[in-house]
C-alpha cells in the first residue's frame, strides 16, 4: 500500500461506466478517521458524496446523491486509485457498471505551484 488514504484528502478525477458510455467525474472528497465526505460534478449532474473505508481490507463504500436519486459505490483503494463497482436501484430499473476514481495530480501540482509563486512575490526585493 503506497499511502493512507487520509493523506488523499483533495481534489480527485475518474470515471463510470454504463454499457459503452464512460462519464468522467471530478470530485473533492475529505478523508477523515474512516469516513469520506465531499462533491462532485459529472454528466449526471451535481452531487454530494458520503461513505466510509476500512483500514484493515481497504475497502470503500460511498454513495453519489444526485438532488433525484442515489448511486452505490463499492470498491478498493490500492494505494493509487479507487476502483470497483456502482450500483443504481428504484422501484423501476436497476443499473450497474465499473468505476475508477484517483487522486488528481494535475491539481496539486497547480495548487503547489500557485503557492511557490505566492512565496516569491511576497519575498522582499532586493
Known sequence: ME???RSCSGPWTGFWILELTRGL???SLNFS???IQGSGRDPSGEFEVNGMFCDNTWKVMFTKSYPSLKV???GTWDGHMIYGRWHLEDASY???GNFEIWPDKSSEEFTSIEA??????SMPAG
Open 3 to 5: 499511502r493512507d488514504l
Open 25 to 27: 467525474m471530478k470530485l
Open 33 to 35: 478517521a474512516n469516513t
Open 72 to 74: 452505490d459505490y463499492s
Open 94 to 96: 436497476s443499473e450497474s
Open 116 to 121: 511557490q509563486l505566492d512565496e516569491f512575490l
